[in-house]
């Protein structure tokens, strides 16, 4: 990452801190009061459109949870049918288990 992309990030982190909208003005007056004297105004124009109407503590708190609902949302469905529907997930579970088994490969790790 370069100089200029630092600068506008943290810029971009200080405004949302202090709840500050994001705009290409307020992050080129951050840069310029923290004396980086390199960042062209276009990497202050990108973030302000990538960051407009987000959220950026919202961002970063839910970094790692991009693809945890839908196993979720399939526990949930699985939960309302009753224990049939729980039966069957778990003859899936099994099933999928099986067909991923190294075994069924015909080949080993170490071998």
Do not use: C, H, R
Request: no cysteine.
């Amino acid at each position: 990452m370069s100089q200029a992309e630092l600068a506008a990030s943290y810029a971009a982190l200080i405004l949302a801190d202090d709840g500050i909208d994001i705009t290409a003005d307020k992050l080129q007056t951050i840069i310029k009061a923290a004396k980086v004297d390199d960042v062209e105004p276009i990497w202050t124009t990108l973030f302000a459109k990538a960051l407009e109407g987000k959220d950026v503590k919202d961002l970063l708190l839910n970094v790692g949870s991009g693809g945890g609902a839908a196993p979720a949302a399939a526990g949930a469905s699985a939960a309302a049918g009753g224990g049939d529907a729980a039966a069957e997930t778990k003859e899936e579970a099994k099933e999928e288990e099986k067909e991923e088994s190294d075994e069924d490969m015909g080949f080993g790790l170490f071998d």
